[in-house]
């Protein structure tokens, strides 16, 4: 597969190119079919007068051999992209291969948006902002005195900062891989006071310990179903958070709910990143609330 079809498909023969006032994003990841971030951008874009074009590259449609990240960078580049939203698993991958990164990226180990300008590649890192601003928003009265978070990928890096910026006195951090949760822990302690970050393995007490749950693993999303620890676990005095929102209740959303938890799903982290990216990729200030009904409108018509 070469560049121009990595990034476009097979085009007609004879298609005008894109016209220079379009904006091209495009979404790097694996199993992104149901994502709604393109709707919330195209729709976004319609209102400030753009030719808003944002295509899915999704890996695992992509057939064989899969094209590596640093292909689709390139061929992205050579498209004409804007940029690139980029997602499992490609977050702390991508890192290496750009020219430089916000202070926020540089500090979490990922990036979740890249900025194709003046011939380099910027990096960002929205998920942080994403999760905060609806975690401040629909999680005001959520006691957090001890959190645990399930993933310590690129996901979940940004999540632990946003988590103890937040206000969660301790937090207690697991990964199936254990040395990525290690190095997730080492990094934070580094920045905070006090003994505010540990790594745990015994799930069961760790869950009985805390008073809400984060799940920042891929576990529950369509292409990887199930629940990233036993949902007998739970009781209703938790608070639960899955960062998936396709589907848009997983399995341990569900699970949660039935048992009378506070349950919230990915919905608010994935508008508020969005519209940070959108800011980020056109220099314009997106109404978040317009990006928010844009994506509620997709439930309603699915």
Known sequence: MDAEEIVTGSPTEGAPLLSPE????????????LSRTPAMHEFEGTHFGLRYVYRLLDTD????????????????EIAGFAGLNVTYPYKRQAIELLDDLSDM?????????????????????????????????EMQNAPRDTVLLLGAGGA?????????????????????????AAALVSRLAGQVEGKRVELVTDIRAAVGAANGIVNATPVGMAKLPGTPIPVEHLDAGHWVIDIIYFPMETEFLRAARN?????????????????RAFELFTG???????????????????
Do not use: W
């Open 22 to 33: 379009t904006v091209l994003i495009g979404l790097v990841g694996q199993g992104i079919g």
């Open 61 to 76: 449609r992509m057939g064989a051999p899969t094209p590596d990240l640093a292909q689709i960078i390139r061929a992205a």
């Open 105 to 137: 990226a540089r500090r979490i180990g990922a990036v979740n948006t890249i900025v194709f300008k003046d011939g380099k590649r910027y990096g960002h890192n929205t998920d942080c902002l994403g999760f905060s601003t609806c975690f401040r928003l």
């Open 156 to 180: 979940g890096g940004a999540i632990a900062d946003a988590l103890l910026d937040g206000g969660v006195k301790r937090l207690c951090i697991h990964d199936i891989e254990r040395e990525t």
């Open 259 to 275: 048992i009378g938890c506070h349950a919230l799903s990915g919905a608010g982290m994935a508008i508020h990143q969005a519209a």
């Open 284 to 302: 314009l200030t997106p109404d978040a609330n317009r990006m928010k009904a844009t994506f509620d409108s997709l439930e309603q018509n699915s």
